[in-house]
Every structure is written in structure tokens, then in C-alpha cells.
């Protein structure tokens, strides 16, 4: 039967977890890993996660299918988490929300309803670079993918003009991909004065805000301050598409929890593109996973428990803040040639150095040290251990 399937190329992030598990050496160092490392190097699973699964265990819980579109606290506090407990639309009762399949769920149902309801041009852009993953999630569909300019290559920043202007020239009503913060994998965010710019253009132009948000509070400590550009657009009139996870900012990475959700203009439409979300999500998985929405509600419902959750993300987040700094010192002061300002106001996990593809093979064969080809590194990969060594090595390869 399947003598004609081709051998598929290997995922271009997991791959470098394959080459790192591959290599024996005692120092070596993984950089490639989109998840939260503690100062040991190690998986962190968050004490507020740790309570709450006390508290649902001692709550002998059946394990009875959800809802289609899951958990009913969860999709409640979670919605109140992204958009803001006083956010118009939500005490209007117009925004349409599921639980997803973390915020790979939630952009799949995006791009299943965006292909199939909506009326304006098929096409979503995706800002260049963007995660690997939305190309594929956006053509699986038959939509076509459009690239705006982003990551500015001289400046290691944002090309806000090239940005805009690409937005600009877009056909009206298109669909464009924004990430809410934290862009992976550049970490350059837009300032707060340029989210109030794109969302002129936005509007003007009558597109459609698709906003992908996998790292709220994970990205500054502040939860508010992080989901700044979808709540402005909300505030702004835009009817926005979201799309959250809970996997970084919670550590819940395998248990997939998220949701996806889209803001109506009524109660009524809200029910109507419900009951077509239900007809996407059927035929998909049925319904959610249990265990990670309970988690999540339980966390957000028990003031305790949200309190403790904060202080935990802040950690993460500041754990993450003094690796740029600890790097950029150890860079300058090797003197390595360049600039690198760009590692300290990089914003979230990942950071765009700007070392070559080759600069990168080179430190996967002399010094041990696995990244992406195009340069990125997950500063949670860093910690007081492995810090030295990587500035010294990643010096040595700047250096050539
Ligand atoms: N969007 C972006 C920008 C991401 O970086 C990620 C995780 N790497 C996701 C979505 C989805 O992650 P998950 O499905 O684990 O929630």
C-alpha cells in the first residue's frame, strides 16, 4: 500500500532536539527547545499546577466527556483572563469561545472557519519570520499564505515601514496573522504607539485582526500589560479572532489546554458561529481533553491559587530577563564584533542573535551548543551553569 510514500523532511525545531539527544558530550547544550527550562536545565512544573492537582484529585472527579466546545469555567475564565473581566464585548455576551487543542487547536479551527465562512479574500498574512507551524495550518485549509514584512535584518528589529506598508497594500478584508506578543521567533514586539498605528491601518483597510497569543504573562510577568494589542484592538471596535494557550505560561505543554475565540457583533451571531465552530471541532477530536481545563479553571477561579500563579510567571519571566542581560554582558565583554543590544530588548523565550546558518553549524560541531538554523535561541536554555560557555562559544563562532 504505501510504497509510494515519500520520506518527509524532519520537523525543523524537534530536529535539533534529535541531533542534541544524539550528541554524547558532557557540556553540550540545547537551545533549540521551546519550552520553559528551570536553573537547572530542567522541566518546571509551576506549584500553582501542583495545588490544583491536589485539589481535583481530592475532588474525585468523574472523567465524563465535555461539551464540544469544553469546559465551562475554563472557557469562562479564560476568556475573562484574555480579553479583560470589563472587555465590552464579553459582558455583552457577544464573544463566541471554545476550548482548543492548546493554540495549535485554536489556530486549526481558525483557519477551518476562516476557509469555510468567511466572505472576504481567502488569503491570511503571516508576518516573515513567523512560527514554522502557520504556514502549514493556514494552506492545510487551501487558504493562501502571504508574507508581510517584519524582522528587519540590518537593524535586528522591526521594519515598521515595510510592515505597515505591506498591510497597506494588502487586498482590503484580508485576514492578517499578528502575533499578540512575545513574536516567535524574532521576540521583537511592535512598542505600544506602533499597535495603535497597525490598528489604523487595520481598520482603514477593513482587515481581519487573527491574533495568535501563546505567551500571555510569559513574556513580561504582566498579563495585562502582554495582551495590550488584542485587548486595543477589542477596545478599538476591531472583531477580532484569538487564539490562547496556556502552555508556556502555565507550563502546561502536554496537557494542551487553550481556546480559541472570536468577538460578534450580537448574542445572536455569537450563537450562530458557535454552532458552526461545534461543526468543526466535531469531525476533528470530538471534544477536548479534560484534565488541563480543569487544571486551568481551577487555577483562575481560586484567588489563592491565581496569586501564586503570578508570582510563578513572573519568575519564569524574569528568569528569562536576566539571561539577555547576563548574555549581552559576557558578549561585550568577550568583544565580540556586532551590536547586541537586540538580545536585551528581545522580548519572551526567543531571540533572534543574527548568527548565520553557518555560524550555527559551527557551534553544533565545535562547541556542542544546538539552535535553529536561522539564528533563533531559547533563552530558557540558558542558566547560570551553561551561560559562560555558550557567550564564549557563540563569541568563538561570531569570530570565525
Ligand atoms: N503560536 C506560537 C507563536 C507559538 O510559539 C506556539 C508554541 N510554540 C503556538 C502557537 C502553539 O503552541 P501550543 O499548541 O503548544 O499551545
Redesign the pocket.
Known sequence: FWAGVPQGPPDPILGVTDAFKKDTAKNKVNLGV?AYRDEQGKPYVLESVLQAEDILHKKKLDKEYLPITGEIEFVRLSAELAYGKDSKPLTENRIAVAQSI????A?RIATEFLAKYYPGPKSVYLPDPT?GNHIPLVEGTGMKVVRYRYFDKKTIGLDFAGMKEDLEKAEPGSIILL?ACAQ?PSGIDPTKEQWKEINEVIKSKKHLALF?M?YQGFASGDLIGDAFAPRYFVEQGHQIILCQ?F?KNLGL?GERA?TFSMVCSSPEEKERVLSQVKRVIRPLYSSPPLHGAQLVATILGTPELFEQWLKEVKKMADRIISMREKLYNALVELKTPGEWGHIKSQIGMFSFTGMTADQVSDLAEYAHVYLTKDGRISMAGLNEGNIQYFAESMSKAVKG
Do not use: E, F, P, Q
Open positions: 521551546g492548546s493554540g495549535t487547536g489556530l512560527w502575533h516567535n495568535d501563546a494557550s502552555a505543554y487553550g
